[in-house]
């Protein structure tokens, strides 16, 4: 269309230009030309603008997005005593009403080009389903890179956390100074003389501005005291997770794989028990994996779920002087020694050293690292040979 203004523009000029100059007879000639020669390029400028848009252009890198929206899913309804008096809805005990509570919120996408199965990510501890959108940098997240990939993604805030604060319990949220604290614990480098320190060849996305960003992306928990996240509700949550499971495949006729992050893992072993529509785990960097003797090890394997897990770097060759180095080497082994009991038992279960697959430079936020493409190929290949 701009084309087209263009040169009706142009050629308007022209057609002044030529009453401007000329003179009797032959200024309606040439002012009659100058419009035949107007319509002309006005209709060539048409059919090339048509031939334009309509011509394939390849790919352009654009999203087309089917299906988007949002709902809760799982959760309880709490019922006060009494009767609730319309004539006096401010009374302070609440006599008589409900409060919905203790669900998870869901956000999800579904691409137009849908070939794979829907995924379900369940972020981990002092996160929201943010971390799985995009990364400190502003780079494209996991839930964008599935959906170029093939699939529905299904983003969970848990229970008291994000967008499903409302809990049954009464938490405390925490205004003590604690992000030092958990950049440690996340295996990004040593933070000293006020600066954060990556560790060596490290994939974390270290300027200032991001650094902000990561920073802000914590969450607090509405339902929880402690600052470490020792009174997390596992249970709820693993409920909430499966019912979104099952939301998921009301609406798709699919069953889901289930991606979990950290504090997440939890849930995810633990959701097993109460869903028959998972049909893979992906735990990363999960805070542990159940024993073999475990209810929610016997859900998984009677399930026979196909899981894997992924772990970044320095854990093998982390600082010694830091406690988060021997916590995740523990956390790590639980999860072979997972592999070793499932697999024993007919079970598929993988443990990924990312190291030892030439990937190396990666903290416990693998999927918002420099590099969230490359590992993101490497699960998406895990999901094609694994999971039906």
């Known amino acids: 269309m701009k084309k087209k203004k263009l040169m009706c523009f142009l050629m308007a000029g022209t057609v002044t230009m030529a009453l401007l100059t000329g003179c009797g007879n032959s200024t309606q000639a040439n002012a009659a030309a100058s419009r035949s020669e107007t319509a002309e390029a006005t209709e060539e400028a048409q059919t090339t603008e048509s031939e334009t848009e309509s011509e394939p252009t390849g790919d352009t890198g654009v999203l ?140 974390f996305p270290n300027d200032e501005k991001s650094v902000d960003q990561f920073f802000r992306q914590m969450t607090p928990d509405t339902g929880m005291t402690s600052d470490m996240g020792a009174d997390f509700d596992n249970e709820t949550v693993a409920k909430a997770v499966a019912a979104t499971i099952d939301e998921v495949y009301e609406r798709t006729g699919k069953d889901s794989i289930l991606v979990t992050h950290s504090q997440g893992g939890g849930p995810g072993w633990t959701a097993a028990n109460y869903t028959d529509h998972i049909a893979a785990i992906i735990a990363i960097e999960p805070g542990g994996a159940p024993s073999a003797d475990a209810d929610d090890f016997k859900a998984v394997a009677e399930k026979n779920i196909p899981v894997t897990m992924y772990f970044g770097d320095y854990i093998d060759n982390g600082d010694e002087t830091i406690q988060a180095t021997g916590m995740w080497q523990m956390m790590r082994q639980a999860c072979y020694d997972f592999a070793e009991a499932y697999n024993a038992q007919g079970g598929n279960c993988t443990v990924v050293d990312l190291p030892k697959e030439g990937i190396t430079g990666n903290d416990h936020f693998m999927f918002q690292d420099l590099n969230n493409d490359v590992i993101a190929d490497h699960i998406e290949n895990w999901i094609q040979e694994n999971v039906n």
Do not use: C
């Open 64 to 203: 087309v997005i089917a299906e988007q929206g949002l709902f809760s899913a799982g959760g309880i309804t709490v019922t006060s005593d009494g009767t609730f008096d319309p004539g006096n809805q401010w009374e302070e005990t609440g006599a008589g009403q409900t409060a919905h509570v203790d669900h998870a919120n869901v956000f999800y996408q579904i691409p137009a080009e849908e070939t794979g199965l829907p995924m379900v990510f369940l972020h981990g501890y002092g996160q929201s389903r943010m971390g799985w959108m995009t990364t400190p940098d502003g780079r494209e997240g996991w839930s964008e890179m599935f959906l170029r990939k093939g699939h529905g993604v299904f983003l969970i805030d848990e229970p008291r956390r994000g967008e499903a604060g409302a809990t049954s319990v009464s938490g405390e949220i925490s205004t003590k100074t604690l992000d030092q604290r958990w950049y440690t614990q996340f295996r990004i480098g040593r933070w000293e003389n006020g600066q954060s320190v990556v560790n060596e060849g490290s994939q």
